[in-house]
């Protein structure tokens, strides 16, 4: 004797029990198909999204803000003569302390600087943080960084690397310094889940 039965659903389509229902499951992967569809291209994108190195050298003048025994607080602003990359880098200015210690050989280096890019809109704040090794009227120093902040066409990057730099004071007002920063830049990752809630919309509207 056959035991399975029939009742309708709510939506006027029957479904079987006891039994094998090829159309309920039809309807079920039918309508998952798009989100497996999007979560793969999701999932293509990601591996796509690789680090864009950076190299940037540059020159400018530095200005003396306050010089007492415990630090040295400087400004610069400063041209982009030679870069590698994409992201047309213009110019670097920014704030420093350089910090006296016991240590008779360096002192530490803290600088908050801006690239800008093509626009004044387009820039990428940076947090420095190194060694400064004086000389008798000039230093280097070298170090790492981090992104704190982007805007314009840059919105949405992070990322860090290096930098190392030298100076040369002219006098009670300051002096040049050069500088080389490089750096890998990506996506954050909250730029990449938008990236995927915008490809699994997509792919479902498709659908």
Known sequence: MNMTHKRTTPSGSSTQTGGHDVGVHDRYRTSTLPLVAGVAAF????????????????????????????????TFDAGVLDQIGPYGFTSVVGEGVQTFTLDPIHDDLAVNA??????????????????????????????????????????????????????????????????????????????????????LVLTRRRR
């Open 114 to 199: 801006t690239l800008f890019g093509p626009d004044p809109g387009d820039t990428i704040a940076g947090s420095f943080e190194g060694l400064f090794y004086p000389g008798a009227m000039n230093g280097t120093s070298a170090g790492v960084w981090e992104v704190t902040g982007a805007t314009g066409i840059y919105a949405g990057l992070v990322g860090g690397g290096v930098f190392s730099s030298w100076n040369v004071v002219l006098d009670q007002a300051g002096g040049i310094l050069g500088f080389t920063i490089q750096g890998d830049l990506v996506p954050a990752p909250g730029v990449l889940a938008a990236m995927g809630l915008g490809t």
């Open 43 to 74: 999932a293509t994108t990601v591996a796509s999204v690789h680090a864009d190195f950076f190299q940037v050298e540059g020159e400018g003048a530095f200005a003396f803000v306050d010089i007492n025994p415990r630090h040295i607080v400087f």
